[in-house]
């Protein structure tokens, strides 16, 4: 069994002077960095004191779950010879707070776009969700319900 090893480090950029002195005294922001890529902006929700001009950890989670769909799709699609043009996904998800302050997602919806080139492909085209679901790492790797609400237009021809 093949393993792959991933690397990632977070620096907080927030302490505004006197660190975690008191909960209102320092930022949610931080750094994500990975070697040889863009920086990524990030910080807390809103809701939970953040910079909404920032990616929170939950829209990241949300888009990981997106992008890994997307990636087997369009995998899965070049080898059934359904020829893809374009794809958009405006993916949701839920996550519900507990009484402790803690929380868990109980359900993401990907909401996948897709524009073919042949009307025949539909079907094949809708199916292939159910079997980019079934490979997508980050989807195997939740517990709670990665659904699909599919639409799949016919590139008309010029």
């Not at 069994?1 to 006197?18: C, E, L, P, R, S």
């Not at 001009?53 to 990981?64: A, D, I």
Request: proline share 3%; hydrophobic share 30%; glycine share 6%.
């Amino acid at each position: 069994m093949k393993t792959h090893h991933y690397k990632t480090m977070i620096q907080w950029t927030g302490n505004k002077g006197t660190g975690t002195s008191s909960y209102r005294d320092y930022e949610r922001s931080h750094r994500i960095l990975i070697e040889n890529k863009a920086t990524i902006e990030g910080s807390s929700d809103p809701s939970f004191r953040g910079d909404k001009t920032k990616h929170n950890p939950e829209e990241m989670f949300l888009s990981s779950l997106s992008s890994c769909h997307m990636l087997w799709y369009l995998h899965f699609c070049s080898e059934a010879g359904i020829i893809v043009t374009n794809y958009t996904d405006e993916a949701t998800g839920i996550m519900t707070e507990t009484t402790n302050g803690s929380g868990h997602f109980t359900e993401v919806t990907l909401h996948p776009t897709v524009t073919i080139t042949e009307e025949s492909m539909v079907e094949k085209a809708k199916e292939l969700h159910h079997k980019a679901n079934e490979y997508c790492f980050i989807a195997n790797s939740v517990n709670f319900p990665v659904r699909h609400a599919v639409n799949i237009l016919v590139q008309s021809a010029f």
